[in-house]
């Protein structure tokens, strides 16, 4: 009798047993599945493949006028020969042109789409446009992982995708839009507070300094701060932080195996040397850094008429935050995301204070977004009708794309640019029609587009004499060899604003000596020096563009074998 009573005490112990182990079970399951509802999923509210295509048809539709236009400056001087080199040949290091050592991702991408679509304009800016449309999507999802809004997310991609440096950029086949669209997503899994994927993450930000180097200041800014909070946490925290931290510095592997395989291919790691030079070496004097470092504030805060939301920003923050319906303050970007994207703005803008000789905007362009967020954020907050704000700051960038600013720029920065591209195709298709078969004199990069057929502008190879731009200095030097060319193409290589915005002749003086700041001959005064006729002029916009002709006469001798040209 004991034994059966001890063996139902027994029987129902394990029965309890059996009871609290289903019981756990279950609530581990359901806690686990809890979490997995409540995780952020990148395909809330709509799914990713039902966005991109709306994204994609909206850049198609505004961009459509400029598809068909042949390349444009940095395209034309190194990117396009680039990728048109691996295109031909299977050569990673161009041929055609110097290599600059830039990672050949865009290059790879390109080749594949004139390996499936034919060798065309048309197709490289659509496949251009299509990893726009991509960046787009990631900051439609970074915009809301951060901000909880579904109203502050859709406005950040409409106004990053107006916003004229990314509009302009968005057709242009420069690898700043590769890397901007892969950083984006990289941020898009390392920025927010919880639930973090680095190493997903850490394959974005890998694609993005394989599409440009200097990429790797996103992924190495945000392990830093992930390495300083590891100092401030306990042992099971801090070693989520430094793994974190180790997965996004892995992206320095795939570029420095690059860079060594270019060393063994060409004898050098960074470029070529001139490319060095000016890039790297010329930049690093502490009063070019200083000078260097406020055109990036203005770059960030207000060029192309970023003022407009950066204004209305900082009058938003005079006002209390609003609340919500239970009696809380509306919330905005938490601490952490908030001071990490100051971090980041902060650390673009001295990295490329002291990297590249030109302050192009669009080596900023991945932060452009950030700043719209802050933007958005703060007007969500604080600002009970907050959506006629982000109309406003779309009306400023609208016509930023138009409008040019009253100082100086890069014409990549708005639609000026493509203006320059019909200017210089009326040019040169009046110098076809007026002097065929001329020597032409004329600077990069009309010069590159004269001689290389597949940039879009010419049938046949021309022989060019090239200079470096049409100032004062470099038109002597045109002066002293007149049998070099029988005809010119004289273009202005800089946007020379009408004088609204004069800074003093101390801040041009620094922009000439560390930033390129010269100021073009008109086509007359150039005619005049040279000795030659005006045949042909055009003018938009502030830059305009010139055919010259040149009547020579030149008496041979043949002595000794040899002839003698000498100009009369």
Known sequence: MARTCGGHAAGATDTASRSGHVHWAFEENRLRWRKLVEAPRLDAPFPLWMIFPVIFVALYLTHFSLLRLPYYWDEAGYYIPAAWDFFRTGSLIPSTTASNAHPPLPSVYLALWWKASGFYPEVTREAVLMVAAVGLLAVWRLALRVSGSLGVAFWTAVLTGLYPIWFAQSTLAHADIFAAACTLWGLL?????????????????????????????APLTLACCWLVSALRKEAPERGRLLREAAWLTSCVVPLAAWYGWHYAKTGFVFGNAEFLRYNAQETLTPLRFLAAFGHRLLHLFAHMNMFVPMLLT???????????????????????VHRRILILLAANAVLFSVLGGALLCRYLLPMYPLVIVLALTTFRRRVPLWHGLAVLAAAAFVAGLFVNPPYGFAPEDNLEYARVIWLHEAAIARLTKLYPGATVLTAWPVSDYLRRPELGYVKQPWEVWAIDDFSATQIERAAAEPGRYSAALVFSTKYDPPPLVVLGPRSQALDERYFGLH?????????????????????????????????????AKLAGGTTDATPR
């Open 314 to 336: 900082f009058a938003a923050m005079m006002l209390q935050p609003r609340r919500e319906a239970d009696g809380r303050e509306r919330e905005g970007l938490s601490n952490g």
């Open 189 to 217: 899994y390392a920025l927010p507070e919880r639930d973090r994927r680095p190493r997903v993450a850490a394959l974005w930000f890998t694609l993005a300094v394989l599409s440009k180097e200097t990429a790797i200041v």
């Open 519 to 555: 100021h073009d001959l008109s086509p007359e005064v150039i005619a005049h020096r040279l000795n030659g006729t005006v045949g042909w002029r055009a003018q938009d916009h502030g830059m305009w563009a010139g055919v010259l002709r040149f009547d020579r006469q030149f008496e």
